[in-house]
Structures are given as structure tokens and as C-alpha cells.
């Protein structure tokens, strides 16, 4: 009798043993097959995530060359852009800077002397801007000569395309910014610095500067070349040629902050 209830007893016990065999066996599956799915998108995640292909930067060649325009009245040393990523845009840039450099000589008389530079004030892959300073002599006459004038060019590296300031400076805010003294005159002079504060409020005052002339500023280099306000762009600012009168010579050179007349949109 014993020997029979301990067979029984074994018996029982072995099954206990295989149900819970089966039963870890079953559990081992399930968490098998809940752990496959997530594997299976960590896979995908991380297929997703090397697919990704960095964005490589653009015009990252780019260089620039002195070029010399000479003639018997004007001299003009200016650069020339090459290794652009696309020839046909890197074109269309050299033939801006080229319209670019005809704004000045064209007004002037041919007994006058005219020498221009260019400063670069800004160039990455994406933007190219440049200020040029033109000197004026007259041998023929004295009074008010010389004379300097500047103008600007904005380029969209991109696109081949002239920038004009309303595309990448908020014109309320450099209003308000000119209102209200906000900017930094670009001079070595204190003294012309305060007068230039001074000369900025009189064009506020009698609408030479106004955010209807802001909207406008950069004239279309295919004009006559008007007293205008340009626009250009550096590092860390934006900045804005105002012509001091009227007449050629005398152009106040103010910037201001990127992050506080940026256009956001």
C-alpha cells in the first residue's frame, strides 16, 4: 500500500514536473515573441537612423580672386567667384558682380577720376556680400572733391540671385532700431560718429529714411544709379548705407544685431 502511494506520489509529481516544463516552455516563447517585435523596430531605428545622409555643406570651394577693371578714368579691383558647386549659378554671380561694378563709372564724367575697391563683408556657401567704395576726383575742379560714395551687393549663392534688404532684415525693426539710436556707426571718428547720429534722425525726420524706403532699398542694379539706401549683411550684423545728401558723397555706414533686426520669416 505504501509502495502504491508512493508511486502515485511520483507519478504526480512527475506530471507537476512536465506542466511546469511545459508551462516555462511556453513562457520562454511568449517572451520570445513580445522581445522579437521590439527588436525588430530597434532594427529598423537604427537602419532609419544610418540611412541619413549628413548635409553636406554648400559652396564649400568656393574661392575669390582679385580682378582689376582699368581704364583711362577709372580703376576698379573687384573679385571674381570660381569652384562653385554649379557653373551655370557661379555665372550668373560674376555677371552680377560684373553689373555691380558698372554702377558707379556710369554717371560720371569723363574728366573725372573714379577708383573703386571692394570689400567682402560676408561670404559662406549660402550668401556673398559686398561693399564698394568708390573715390572720386576732378582735376578740373576742386569743389567738393574728392568725393567717396558707397554702394552695396547682397548674392544668393543658391540661386545666382541679387538679395535685396527687405529679404533678410525686418525694416520695422531697423526703423525702430534707427529711431531710437540703437545701431553702431562703422567710423574711425568719434566726432564723425556723433554727427552722423545727427544726420540720421534729420533723414528720419524729413522721410529720406522710411520703412517704405527700407521695403525698397537696393535699387535694381539695371537703374540709374539714384542716392539709395542698400543693405548688407556680416558676420554677426546687419547693416544699411544711407547716402548723407542728395548729391554723390557722404554715406553713413550704421549696423545693427542680427537677432534684433533678422527677419524671421
Known sequence: ???????????????????????????????????????????????EVSSEVPKQP???????????YETEH?????????????????ERVNQLIQTGNQLGPKQY??????????????????????IYHWTLTNPEENAGYPATYLHSLVIDLK???????????????VFYQLKYGLYQIVTDDSASDATARVTVQSLLRNGTV???KLATADYPLSEVFPPSLFGYVT??????????????GGSIRVEFDRKDVAKTA
Open 159 to 173: 540661386t545666382g540671385d541679387q538679395k535685396y534688404f527687405n529679404d533678410y532684415a525686418s525694416v520695422h525693426q
Open 58 to 68: 554648400v559652396n564649400d570651394n568656393i574661392t575669390l580672386t582679385d580682378t582689376t
Open 74 to 90: 577709372i580703376k576698379l579691383v573687384y573679385p571674381t567667384v570660381a569652384q562653385m558647386d554649379d557653373a551655370s549659378v557661379e
Open 210 to 212: 522710411s520703412t517704405d
Open 1 to 47: 500500500m505504501k509502495h502504491k502511494a508512493l508511486l502515485l506520489l511520483c507519478t504526480i509529481l512527475a506530471a507537476g514536473t512536465v506542466m511546469y516544463g511545459c508551462g516555462a516552455q511556453n513562457a520562454n516563447t511568449a517572451s520570445s515573441d513580445v522581445s522579437e517585435p521590439a527588436s525588430q523596430a530597434e532594427s529598423q531605428a537604427s537602419s
Open 235 to 248: 558676420q554677426e550684423r546687419i547693416g544699411l548705407i544711407i547716402p548723407a545728401s542728395d548729391h554723390i
Open 109 to 130: 564724367s569723363d574728366t573725372a577720376n573714379l577708383e573703386g575697391t571692394v570689400e567682402v563683408t560676408f561670404l559662406d556657401g549660402e550668401t556673398l556680400s559686398l
